[in-house]
């Protein structure tokens, strides 16, 4: 139990455009979901906390207006990066905590975003 | 949330006991001891978490010293697939409680 997928698993995109990530709680519901950003060989920073229905709480230095976060259903949050560029290409990973009986977060698998 | 240091890598024959360490000296009387893992280009997977007293699950083992301020992740019988960085992270157990990952150990098993 306690499954969280992500979608795409990889993207490539033109720089300018705009991308997103789903992220998906399939077994449980997901009362706070969190964001990540990887970079090569670096740990996991968090991005922002997003609870269902209401706004997403941005770590300092993280641009609300370039990463959006809607999280409207307690099993679905995505993640769209505005005008991307070749300085957004990352790992970007979601978690999520919820009703699973236990503290801690379940992760997504990842998101390699490649901006060319 | 408590810092955590661990050593920067480690190796560790297979078959043989992995003993990953753990320091948390500032740890508060409500924070939990979690314990991650992230194998090359993959979300991190939980292993084990605790608060006070030891736990054992069918991954690993979490000792925690009395006073709480150390802990060590042992996973009995390394594999192959084991390799991974492995993190340690003092944290709440709120569903909003955040996880603040630090650089982990990074460890190699061997042939």
């Known amino acids: 139990g306690a499954v969280v997928s992500q979608h795409p698993s990889r993207v490539i995109c033109k720089s300018g455009t705009s991308v997103k990530i789903e992220c998906r709680s399939l077994d449980f519901q997901a009362t706070t979901m969190f964001w990540y950003r990887q970079f090569p060989k670096k740990s996991l920073m968090l991005m922002a906390t997003s609870n269902e229905g209401s706004k997403a709480t941005y770590e300092q230095g993280v641009e609300k207006d370039k990463f959006l976060i809607n999280h409207a259903s307690l099993t679905l949050s995505t993640l769209t990066v505005t005008s991307a560029h070749p300085e957004d290409s990352s790992f970007y990973i979601c978690?999520?905590?919820?009703?699973?009986?236990?503290?801690?977060?379940?992760f997504g698998p990842g998101t390699r975003l490649t901006v060319l | 949330d408590a810092k955590t240091t661990q050593p920067t890598s480690m190796d560790c024959a297979e078959g043989r006991a992995a003993n990953l360490p753990c320091n948390h000296s500032?740890?508060?009387?409500?924070?939990?001891v979690y314990w991650y893992r992230q194998i090359h280009s993959q979300g991190p997977q939980y292993i084990i978490h605790?608060?006070?007293n030891n736990e054992t699950n069918e991954m690993a083992s979490l000792i925690i010293t009395e006073d709480r301020k150390s802990s060590t992740l042992i996973l009995p019988h390394a594999t192959l697939r084991d390799t991974a960085v492995y993190y340690c992270i003092v944290s709440g157990t709120g569903t909003a409680s955040k996880l603040t990952f630090g650089t982990g150990t990074r460890l190699q098993v061997t042939l």
């Open positions: 605790g608060l006070k």
């Open positions: 978690s999520a905590t919820g009703t699973s009986g236990r503290g801690g977060q379940f």
């Open positions: 500032t740890i508060s009387g409500n924070e939990y």
